[in-house]
């Protein structure tokens, strides 16, 4: 399919990114409730789960009923985040619009998240990247870390560039820099983008920034600056930060639809069923 760009671009991961780090349990019928409510805002990318170890990451393990049973509507694309060629097939059987890649900035997330070096991570993801090809799935990139790692500190942003242009080579039509921590200062995040900028068009790029110190829309603010025009964000600001109990998570994409359509951007997503979405996702968690 071909996906519509706005003039900001608002990528919802609310149901991967957000609820796999959620404690409790959220049932399927209302992850499917989510999602069809999201489906109905104008919204053009969602990701609906991930195809990931589910004894890793438990709250994700139904991703592929949470695909057979919501309402998939024209001109949105449905995306699953894939780790490996096992999770590829899993994928598959939900013809999913895209598939998410990931991989680290840093060398030793990689070995902790998906232990497997970085090299070892691109092994894994050239084992399925010409099958997604062939069968028509689009690819996009997650670069994880990009500034701060909870094992090495700050990440060089040669490293960040680096990782950037081996996913560019594996045909992902975006790649979203991720704030893996929450931590990147603005000043961090500039240098970042500066040295990845060496190596792609602005056009491909997307930041995905997790609100943990407070510092998402200072960062999200210096990426427009930089020309990007593509964000990461989960609606209610679902997902912790496992390194940071009682943290905020992803950016709320009511924070980040507010604060670009007040610098005049237009988004194509409609606020109010943006908020009845924030509060449906803050009631799952809670009840
Ligand atoms: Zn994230």
Request: glycine content about 8%; overall charge neutral; charged content about 20%.
């Amino acid at each position: 399919m071909d996906i519509v760009f706005d003039p900001v671009t608002i990528v919802e991961v609310g149901p991967r990114d957000g609820l796999q780090n959620e404690p409790k349990t959220i049932k399927l019928d209302e992850k499917v409730r989510l999602i069809n409510l999201l489906s109905t805002s104008g919204l053009k990318q969602i990701e609906v789960g991930s195809f990931v170890n589910p004894k890793m990451v438990p709250q994700m393990a139904d991703s592929g009923l949470v695909f057979s049973k919501i309402t998939r509507r024209p001109g949105i694309s449905y995306s699953a985040l894939v780790p490996n060629l096992n999770g590829y097939e899993q994928a598959k059987k939900c013809s999913p619009d895209a598939i998410a890649i990931f991989c680290s900035a840093s060398e030793s997330f990689s070995k902790a998240n998906l232990n497997a070096s970085i090299d070892e991570s691109f092994m894994r993801i050239s084992q399925f990247i010409s099958l997604a090809k062939k069968d028509d799935i689009l690819v996009r990139g997650y670069v994880s870390c990009v500034t701060d790692c909870p094992f090495e500190g700050p990440v060089p942003a040669s490293n960040v560039a680096k990782v950037v242009a081996k996913l560019r080579e594996f045909n992902c039509y975006e790649i979203s820099l991720g704030d893996t921590l929450g931590k990147g200062s603005p000043g961090a995040v500039d240098k970042m983008i500066d040295n990845v900028l060496n190596e792609v068009s602005v056009e491909v790029l997307a930041g995905h920034f997790h609100d943990t110190s407070g510092l998402a829309l200072e960062n999200i603010q210096v990426s427009l600056e930089r020309g990007i025009r593509v964000f990461d964000t989960a609606v209610g600001g679902l997902g912790g930060c496992p390194f940071a109990p009682g943290a905020p998570g992803n950016v709320a994409t009511e924070l980040v639809l507010k604060y670009v359509q007040g610098k005049g951007f237009k988004t194509g997503v409609n606020m109010e069923i943006i908020m009845q979405a924030a509060k449906l996702a803050r009631d799952i968690r809670h009840v």
